[in-house]
Each structure stands twice: as C-alpha cells, then as structure tokens.
C-alpha cells in the first residue's frame, strides 16, 4: 500500500508542478508576452536608430550654415524667394496636367 501511495503522492506533485509551469508560461506575463515586449523594444530600437539619424543630418545641417556664407545665402533666397541679377527664373502655368 506504502508504494502505492508513493507513486500516487509523486503523480500529483507533479501534475500541481506541470500546471504551474504552464500557468506560469501562458499566463499574463508568459511567453506571448516576452514576444510582444520584444518586439516592441525593436521597433522602438528601429525608431531611435532613424531619430538619431535624423538629428544627425540637422546637426550636419546646422553645421553647414554656420560655417559657409553661400549656404545661407541660398537658404535665405530659397526662403524670401528671392532672385539674384542674371538667375533664370522658370514659373509652371497654374492648370498644368500632372503626369
């Protein structure tokens, strides 16, 4: 009887161990959700990675209008729409077809 119970008391631990195992792994903080959360930290490393590029070229940007006087003076042109003497100036007519 001894070796019954025996067998019987290790089944069902390990039956209560296995259901909390399984509780454990698909519950709300389970394996799905260790996926989920990955894939969230990629996308936003995939995020961050584009931001930092574009700071980058602003800094890169910034950089170059400092530094070179021609630089700003085309900003400044392109900005006020202004045209040097001897620049050729081409206006499309308003109802163009789009191609």
């Known amino acids: 009887m001894k070796p019954l ?10 039956v209560a161990a ?6 454990t792994l698909s519950g709300p903080n389970g ?3 260790l996926q ?3 894939r ?3 996308a936003l490393q995939v ?7 574009e700071i980058q070229q602003k800094r890169e940007r910034i950089r170059r209008l400092r530094e070179s006087r021609e630089e700003q003076a085309l900003q400044i ?3 006020l729409k202004l045209v040097k003497p001897g620049d ?5 007519p308003e109802n163009a077809e789009k191609k």
């Open 5 to 14: 119970l025996k067998i019987l008391g290790v089944a069902t631990l390990l």
């Open 18 to 23: 296995g259901g909390c195992v399984y509780l």
């Open 31 to 33: 394996l799905l959700e």
């Open 36 to 38: 989920e959360k990955r």
């Open 40 to 42: 969230r930290i990629r």
């Open 47 to 53: 995020e961050n990675a584009e931001l930092d590029r």
């Open 77 to 79: 042109r392109q900005r």
């Open 88 to 92: 050729r100036v081409f206006v499309p």
